[in-house]
């Protein structure tokens, strides 16, 4: 009877050699992680650093000389007396009229004008990139530019518009030198500048409205003005509210176009801005704790209607 024969068996795996790789294979990872993650931080301390410094410290160094004032190289504490200063100011209430007028205005032309250029340019089917870029050329000029095509449309004795008007053997007007025309002569310029990129938005907005919408008013016998004011509208509600927030807060803070249509303050102050006020302030009476006064009042107020405005619309999305 032969011995029985044992066969030989494998050997199992070193645990260490297993949990080694798992180890550099967690390591790897990890290393991966760190690498993508700083850089993603690396980039967001840089976007932090910028706003902190351009947008962030100015802020808060307005709100400290608001209360401070500079005389003979020596700064002090002024209290209120620079609001009071600010408030007592008729120009102060001058300039903050004409703000609201030229807000209002804008918003008239400037709001309007655009969304019904968008719906223009949607009902095209060709050539609409060579529109866009039309539409949004003037957006591209240097302001410097512009403003010189309208001084030259706005002269009295060889603008373009009185010699239209007096073909059309109407009585010539003095666009930029009367104080009832001027304002309106500023906004028309600004709405032909800065028209572009509202309109582009605008189209966009427009081109994501599904057509069964535009289809379904029309088999219930819509017509255009009703597709509009029942499709067009509503669907578009989100950007419009946008952009008239937008809108408010930049015609709140015009400063070039009167600046440079009008020198600042207009005829008799009539085109004179609450920004063009602060620049005075602070370039032409070296009163740097008036300006910051006059800057924070402004502050205040867009801060304020701009939360007013968003609380507002959440509540109006929650009904």
Sequence with gaps: MSAPTLTPRKAPPRPGRATGLRTNASREALVRALRRNLSAHGFLIGAVLCFSFFSWYPMVREFVLAFQKTEDGRTTWAGWSNLSTVFNDPAFWQAWRNTLLFTGLALLLGFAVPFVV????????????????????PVMLPPVASVLLFKYLYDPGY???????????????????????????????????????????????????????????????A???????????PQTRLILSLMLLMQIIATMQVFTEPFLLTNGAGPEGSTTTVVYLIYQYAFNF???????????????????F????????????DE
């Design 159 to 221: 603008g373009l518009l009185n010699r239209i008007l007096d073909l059309l053997h109407l009585p010539q007007q003095q666009w930029l030198q009367d104080p009832d025309t001027a304002m309106l002569s500023v906004v028309i310029a600004a709405t032909w500048m800065n028209m572009g990129g509202a309109t582009l938005i605008y189209l966009a907005a427009l081109q994501g409205i599904p057509g069964e919408l535009y289809d379904a008013a029309e088999l219930d016998g």
């Design 223 to 233: 017509g255009l003005l009703r597709k509009v004011w029942y499709v067009t509208i």
């Design 286 to 304: 070296n009163n740097y704790g008036g300006a910051a006064a006059l800057g924070l009042v402004l502050l205040v107020l867009l801060a304020g």
């Design 306 to 317: 701009s939360g007013a405005y968003v609380r507002l619309s959440r509540a109006d999305q």
């Design 118 to 137: 968008a719906l223009v340019l949607n009902e095209f089917r060709h050539a609409q990139g060579y529109l866009r870029l039309l539409v949004y050329l």
